[in-house]
């Protein structure tokens, strides 16, 4: 019983190292003043704003809700198996195991989150996946990719929206923008971003042969606004167009889309998923203020890189996972050298330990920097 006790103990300890590390008060100071912000009565008249708010809200809501729910849990369990005089405290020593090990995988679970530390990571993500290399066998590559994602994301319980999506012309598509909103949302896509190699016996091919294809994924947070950098109005020209696709007959019968153009980038991003004009206009801006602070960042990372005399080039061809069909079974993620013998179940979804180990290694790195 005392190695029980002792264990136990040292799981309360590494608990309150962990939300140390998780800047715990600091949540709940946040969660305090966004709350009596709430609590304002003019606080509904910014309704973007209101809803960002809320939603972090509830985040902090649940986030804060999981952590007093271990902490009771373990101190009880703790007064239970430490309690000499109470005569079920041996007889039910095996309980008090099974109850450690269910909050030992409750907590390692949660323990991911270390990993996250942009400011970025609690945002819905905006992801763009754009058909490459391969021709016809790339743009069903590319469909294959965004139903692996829509899978995932439905999987982990996440709401999707589709953006912008451009069919190919045989099959396939071009490329599509999904909005994915959830928890961590951000955080736990930005580690998908990057070049997607098929290897497979092509359905395209009258001969059946061996195709390679390429698939670009690339992942942005939706902010409501530009944080490190001035977006001026003058620099964005705006263009509307009638949409495409499905949406309903309003959506597809009138100049609902919109196309936002950055002048000074080049930087073009569009919506069409909505009904209203207004309400693509306002969507596209999320998207462009993301692409934006990505590419600032990048371009800042870039100079960086050069005065360490670091600098490499990210090109198309610099894959980050292979998928291979044949005349093998595997997904490989080159980062991290994780693998899978099951190609058929990650395409399904099945993407959460290539996510985990590409974000421990993330963690890993920065720690050695």
């Not at 430490?82 to 008090?96: G, L």
């Not at 139903?147 to 929206?161: E, H, I, P, S, V």
């Not at 602070?293 to 996972?321: H, M, V």
Request: aromatic share 8%.
């Amino acid at each position: 019983m005392d190695e029980l006790i002792k264990a136990i103990q040292t799981f309360k300890e590494r608990l309150e190292s962990i939300q140390v590390s998780l800047h715990y008060d600091d949540k709940r100071a946040r969660l305090i003043e966004l709350q009596s912000v709430s609590a304002d009565p003019s606080f509904w008249e910014n309704r973007s704003r209101a809803q960002a708010v809320s939603q972090e809200i509830a985040q902090l809501e649940r986030w804060l809700s999981f952590w007093t729910d271990i902490n009771k849990r373990t101190g009880d369990l703790l007064s239970l198996a430490d309690d000499d005089k109470a005569d079920h405290a041996v007889n039910m020593k095996e309980d008090f195991e099974l109850e450690l090990q269910r909050l030992e995988k409750e907590v390692a679970e949660k323990e991911v989150e270390l990993m996250f530390d942009d400011q970025h990571d609690s945002s819905p993500a905006i992801l763009t996946i754009y058909s490459g290399a391969g021709g016809v066998d790339a743009q069903d590559w590319a469909s294959m990719i965004e139903r692996m994602y829509l899978r995932f994301a439905d999987q982990a319980g996440w709401k999707t929206a589709i953006l912008q999506r451009t069919p190919g012309q045989e099959a396939g598509i071009k490329n599509v923008t999904i909005r994915v909103a959830g928890p961590f949302a951000y955080g736990y896509l930005k580690a998908e971003a990057g070049v997607h190699r098929l290897v497979r016996l092509s359905p395209f091919d009258a001969d059946h042969a061996r195709h390679t294809s390429f698939a670009m994924v690339e992942v942005l947070p939706e902010l409501e606004e530009a944080l490190t950098i001035t977006v001026n109005d003058d620099d964005v020209r705006v263009d509307v167009f009638r949409a495409s696709g499905h949406g309903g007959q309003s959506v597809n019968t009138t100049d609902s889309a919109v196309r936002l153009t950055h002048t000074p980038t080049g930087i073009t991003v569009s919506c069409q998923n909505e009904r209203s004009q207004m309400q693509n206009k306002e969507q596209a801006w999320k998207i462009l203020f993301g692409k934006l602070e990505k590419y600032y960042q990048a371009q800042r990372e870039e100079e960086r890189q050069q005065l360490r005399g670091e600098f490499t080039d990210n090109s198309w061809g610099s894959q980050i996972r292979s998928y291979v069909l044949h005349p093998y079974k595997m997904v490989k993620d080159h980062r991290t050298k994780y693998e899978s013998k099951d190609p058929d179940a990650v395409l399904e979804g099945d993407i959460g330990l290539f996510i985990e180990a590409e974000l421990r290694r993330q963690a890993q790195e920065r720690l050695e920097h």
